[in-house]
């Protein structure tokens, strides 16, 4: 449950709701997530841990409550960002559409949501689940790392889904450099993570012995 505040002008509310599977959150994520607030003049960003994505049933990832945990520790010192448990709360697959409703509220006047993600995966957003009330209830702000052609991106949305292209905004963060597959890697090699992840964040990895076995 979140009590947003904004001196009373609901109609003035943006926020932005940070989806991501978070195995672990990293420097790269914070990065991107305060980058969109102030370009976007967000709120508040409220990081949204997915619970069992629909798309990776058949893959280990953590369980929630670390991933939860882990993201809590992360934006701790931040007064803008926030975590919801509003996917991990649930055992059964959990969709975008069914957070954003959530977040959106039922009021006319409810708050302007910006569903900020990868770049990867909001080219896959076509096979989501209602994707066609998701384009009409959010804005996407689609995060890319160096190295991802964004070109190759804005010429498949352009040709492919026209009617996206305004509903999407490209967002480039050197700092995604750092991936969550790289430091799960490192971990099970046993190498150090400081620098790419809060320090919480490593204590707690390192407490829990999580991605010892890569
Ligand atoms: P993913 O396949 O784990 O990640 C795809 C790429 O995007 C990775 O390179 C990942 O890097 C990066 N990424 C993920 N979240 C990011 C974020 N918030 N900011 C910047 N980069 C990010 O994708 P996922 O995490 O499973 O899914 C992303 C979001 O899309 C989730 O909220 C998920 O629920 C939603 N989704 C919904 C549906 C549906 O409703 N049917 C289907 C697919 C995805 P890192 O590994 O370093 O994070």
Known sequence: MFFLRNNGNAAAMNIGLMGGTFDPIHMGHLVTAEEARQQFDLNYVIFVPTGTPPHKEKETISLPEHRYLMTSLAVMSNPYFFVSTVEINTEAPTYTIDTVRHFSGSEKEGPEVYF????????????????????????????????????????????????????????????????????????????????LTPEPVEQYIKKHGLYLSG
């Open 116 to 195: 900020i993600t990868g770049a990867d995966a909001i080219l896959e957003i076509f096979t989501w689940k209602d994707y066609e009330e998701l384009l009409r209830l959010c804005t996407f702000i689609a995060v890319s790392r160096p190295g991802y052609s964004l070109d190759r991106f804005r010429e498949t949305l352009n040709r492919a889904y026209p009617e996206m292209v305004n509903k999407v905004h490209l967002l480039e963060i050197p700092a995604l450099a750092v991936s969550s597959t790289y430091i799960r890697e490192r971990v099970a090699l046993g190498k150090t993570i400081k620098y």
